[in-house]
């Protein structure tokens, strides 16, 4: 009996590291009915293989009115993409489909809604990344800068 506690606690020792790290590379980033984010900054560890966001819209408004998506691109590229993003339209989710400038994505969600893209990050350490929402004129508001270290 003794002897099994003790291997419980051991085991438990040695996961504990390996859930904190896995919340690392787990972000969650909200949305607003005000047309905000919830942080201009994001940062994962390098350490992550990849990391998984999810973008919250709190608000109640519609996805026509009001959507949000979050996409991460390289800062250079983000005009571009907005662009063409907004010729794309909302049954395009508001991004040029196939475009590898997109580094990740969301689909465009309305109030109450959350959606979550998962991603490598093993190219972007150092690299100048930007994410934001690309419904047309959110962007202005509706960034915000993404680190890898
Ligand atoms: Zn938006």
């Given at each position: 009996m003794k002897k099994n506690r003790l291997l419980t606690a051991v085991a438990l020792v040695a996961l504990f590291p390996l859930t904190t790290l896995a919340d690392e590379c787990e972000l969650v980033i909200e949305g607003t009915d005000q047309m905000s984010f919830s942080a201009k900054k994001m940062t994962a560890p390098a350490s992550c293989e990849t990391v998984k966001v999810t973008?919250?819209?709190?608000g109640s408004l519609a996805k026509d009115m009001m959507g949000h998506n979050w996409v991460l691109t390289r800062k250079d590229d983000m005009q571009a993409i907005i662009k063409?993003?907004?010729?794309a339209g909302l049954d395009n989710d508001y991004l040029p489909?196939?475009?590898d400038r997109i580094i990740a994505a969301t689909e465009v969600?309305?109030?109450g809604e959350t959606a979550e893209v998962e991603f490598s990050t093993a190219d972007l350490q150092g690299e100048k990344l930007t994410f934001f929402c690309?419904?047309?004129?959110h962007s202005g508001?509706?960034?915000g800068s993404f680190e890898v270290k």
């Open positions: 973008l919250k819209h709190t063409a993003g907004a010729a489909q196939g475009d969600i309305g109030g690309s419904f047309p004129g508001m509706m960034k």
